[in-house]
């Protein structure tokens, strides 16, 4: 995978989804099932076909998120890796992994492949939190992951964590977070815990912190990790000096983007495409689910929605330019009301959210969307 050339792209972003898992975590909402290595198999095979329809060749980021990519046993995942050598990643290339799973030969197989970002699923360092959540690793799983990344050589490394759990503390949090800063990983994303009615805590119906302590955890979290030289550039997503994601910030800055695999979106100009979430469907090769064409305003909205979750908000000059509209007077209402809420503000030539306005994103949309 080469990361040479700066040749225009279509589209910006490529994203696989590998949907196996060796255990299902308690609060996953995610397209995954439990790794079968014969399933697994006839998946890279669909998967392979998928791929072999983008005519495009070469991205700004390639991504493989999952489920979990590691979860592929090492014949598998270099299988997968050769069949992404056809797309060039200029920027960046990501694949997601997870302690109980990773190994000295993975990380070699991803390091001669050209991957030079990895997504580490910790979510907690704390052992019995783990046990909780339905997670399978350990610490000692954690110290060989980053061993083995040492070893060979891939130095960009992003981890996740989640708050919210009933029996966590702020304590509990900055400790995660002490680990993570004394692990020099260049990117935090941490994220406040959803439950989500179809996933094993939905159904036991488990109740999360309540959002007040939340809130005064993610404001604790956030000081934390700005004192400690990690800088806040979107709602979860903390990146020490320049280790933004650059697949992710495709997101949120609303470029178009393909993806492949189960339950894999894409987005090219005005046409959104969902893949099936459904097994049967993706192996007998009917990909997608379902296609919509955008209009404006829907276009309009969304990139709103998107370039919100930034901390450097919407380009208030480039957004008009884009969508040939003027942002400040099509929503006026909603802008007046959450800068006087204290939740919205525009500064230098941006809107953005306040501090407090961020954690609450989705209540200042709302009035968006009238
Ligand atoms: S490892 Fe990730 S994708 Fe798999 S079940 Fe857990 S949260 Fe879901």
């Known amino acids: 995978m080469s990361t040479k050339g700066t040749v225009q792209k279509m589209i910006k972003g490529l994203y696989v989804h590998i949907p196996f898992c060796n255990s299902i975590c308690g609060y996953c909402d995610f397209a995954r099932c439990r790794y079968s290595s014969s399933l697994a198999d006839k998946y890279l095979m669909h998967l392979e076909k998928e791929l072999s329809e983008i005519k495009q060749d070469s991205f700004y980021t390639v991504y493989i998120g999952g489920g979990t990519p ?97 029996t966590q503390s702020l304590a509990n949090v900055i400790t995660d977070l002490q680990k993570a800063v004394r692990l020099n990983v260049t990117h935090i994303s941490i994220y406040d ?17 309540d959002d007040e302590t939340c809130f005064i955890m993610y404001q604790s979290i956030v000081e934390y990790l700005n004192l400690h030289g990690y800088r806040q550039y979107e709602t979860s997503n903390f990146a020490f000096g320049r280790y933004q994601s650059q697949h992710n910030r495709l997101y949120w800055k609303y470029e178009d983007y393909k993806g492949v695999g189960l339950s894999a979106s894409s987005k090219i100009r005005n046409i959104r495409t969902d893949n099936t979430k459904n097994f049967v469907d993706y192996l007998n090769d009917r990909y997608v689910a379902k296609t919509i064409r955008l209009s404006d305003e829907e276009l309009i909205f969304e990139a709103i929605m998107m370039n919100l979750r930034m901390n450097e908000g ?9 969508f040939n509209c003027n942002l400040l007077e099509k929503h ?34 709302v009035d968006f969307m009238n």
């Open 70 to 166: 590691t979860s592929l046993n090492e014949k598998q995942l270099e299988r997968l890796l050769e069949m992404l050598s056809r797309f060039k990643a200029e920027k960046e290339y990501t694949i997601e992994i997870n302690p109980e799973s990773f190994n000295r030969e993975k990380a070699l197989l991803i390091k001669k492949y050209g991957v030079n970002r990895v997504s580490i699923g910790i979510q907690s360092f704390n052992e019995s939190l783990l046990a909780h959540m339905g997670r399978k690793h350990n610490s000692k799983d954690v110290d060989n992951t980053f061993r083995y990344l040492d070893e060979a050589g891939i130095k960009n490394r992003s981890i996740d964590l989640i708050f919210g759990f009933q």
């Open 193 to 209: 815990l959803e439950i989500y009615p179809n996933t094993i805590f939905g159904i036991k119906r488990y109740e999360k912190l």
């Open 314 to 322: 919407i380009d208030i000059k480039e957004f008009d330019k884009r």
């Open 332 to 365: 006026h209402l909603a802008i007046e009301k959450n800068i006087a809420k204290g939740l919205l503000e525009v500064k230098s030539g941006f809107l953005k959210t306040t501090n407090k306005g961020i954690f609450v994103l989705n209540d200042i949309l």
